[in-house]
């Protein structure tokens, strides 16, 4: 059982440049957010979904967007980098409110 | 609006000694709190949780917390300190929220150190 994976594990980018951070689990999990962690402000929502086709923002949503076509892929994007998204991320997935979340390993991001 | 306190950002026990990690929250409903933690360079691993059943919460690795309402607290604790247990540890809020969802609130984190 995998669990919640997430792709890639490092990344360097370039002011500008776009990507997608990728995000999926195989536990069947309705909600799934994305959490971004800087050092001394513990994690911040950038944003979650309740189940497929239905997003919302967290409290940092601005320079990210996602989609949630299928129950296990949430992916994030970054549509033009800036290095005030350098940070790590993490995807946690879970079965419903107030459930346990279950986090990825975590995506570290570096933009130059 | 929900928010967690961690009153230390840093605190270091000698090997074998009691581990005390504080955190107060602040909740407009009745919340679900979590202690989490997080090895150097890993992931977040779930240690326990509390779901207004009872009080006492035993976690995995011999940690506990206590939650008090009257106090808002929700203070995580081990009897004696492993050097594997020098980590990140982070408290951690849920409410449920309009539209449904699952909103974390995180504390800034407390460093534990443990010295031989």
């Known amino acids: 059982n995998a669990g919640v994976t997430q792709t890639p594990k490092f990344q360097v980018l370039k002011t500008g440049q776009s990507m997608t951070l990728q995000c999926a689990q195989d536990m069947n999990h309705e909600y799934m957010s994305w959490y971004r962690q800087d050092p001394g402000m513990g994690l911040r929502l950038i944003h979650y979904?309740?189940?497929?086709?239905?997003?919302d923002q967290g409290e940092v949503p601005n320079g990210y967007n996602v989609s949630r076509s299928t129950t296990e892929d949430f992916p994030l994007r970054l549509l033009s980098a800036a290095p005030s998204q350098t940070s790590v991320y993490f995807c946690?997935?879970?079965?419903?409110?107030?459930?346990?979340?279950?986090f990825g390993p975590g995506t570290r991001l570096l933009v130059l | 609006a929900q928010s967690v306190t961690q009153l230390d950002s840093h605190v270091s026990v000698s090997e074998g000694t009691p581990v005390l990690l504080r955190c107060n929250y602040s909740?407009?409903?009745?919340?679900?709190l979590f202690w989490y933690v997080q090895h150097p360079n890993k992931g977040l691993q779930l240690l326990l949780k509390?779901?207004?059943?009872?009080?006492l919460v035993k976690g995995i690795n011999g940690f506990e917390a206590e939650f008090k309402k009257s106090e808002t607290s929700f203070h995580l604790t081990k009897p004696s300190a492993h050097m594997s247990d020098a980590a990140e540890y982070f408290c951690v809020v849920s409410e449920g929220f309009t539209g449904g969802g699952n909103k974390l609130t995180f504390g800034t984190g407390t460093q534990l150190k443990v010295e031989l």
């Open positions: 979904s309740v189940g497929a086709g239905i997003t």
């Open positions: 909740s407009s409903y009745s919340p679900s």
């Open positions: 946690a997935s879970s079965m419903g409110e107030r459930e346990t979340q279950y």
């Open positions: 509390y779901t207004s059943a009872a009080t």
